[in-house]
Nanobody
Framework: QVQLVESGGGSALPGGSLRLSCAVS????????MAWFRQSPGKSRERVAS????????YYADSVKGRFTISLDNVKSTVNLEMQSLKVEDTAMYYC???????????????????WGQGTQVTVSS
């Protein structure tokens, strides 16, 4: 089993920054693909970014390109999401997800990951 625990959410002003971290445990072959998703009330879940266990970034949503950066820290066993130039529309619950399939990383339309964290709230407001 893979366990995922998110941290780092909170409030920020528009134009500000936040860093989300997801502590990962469990066998590496079960988490070949790591991703961040977000969902806000009344909207469907959206993949924000994804990265393979080897560190290859496979996807950024158009809405976050140039502002968000996904990365792996293999020493700390975390997957991180650095968020800059935050906008009000970035407000959402952010979820860390993992899946054993590399195909899930390559096909950005896939939403069904095997493992999910509990989520961390990000609120961007003036």
């Amino acid at each position: 089993q893979v366990q995922l625990v998110e941290s780092g959410g909170g409030s920020a002003l528009p134009g500000g920054s936040l860093r989300l971290s997801c502590a990962v445990s469990g066998p590496s072959y079960r988490r070949t693909c790591m991703a961040w998703f977000r969902q806000s009330p009344g909207k469907s879940r959206e993949r924000v970014a994804s990265i393979t266990e080897s560190g290859h970034v496979t996807y950024y949503a158009d809405s976050v390109k140039g502002r968000f950066t996904i990365s792996l820290d293999n020493v700390k066993s975390t997957v991180n999401l650095e968020m800059q130039s935050l906008k009000v529309e970035d407000t959402a619950m952010y979820y860390c997800a993992a899946d054993p399939s590399e195909r899930v990383c390559l096909d950005s339309w896939r939403l069904a990951f095997d493992y999910w964290g509990q989520g961390t709230q990000v609120t961007v407001s003036s």
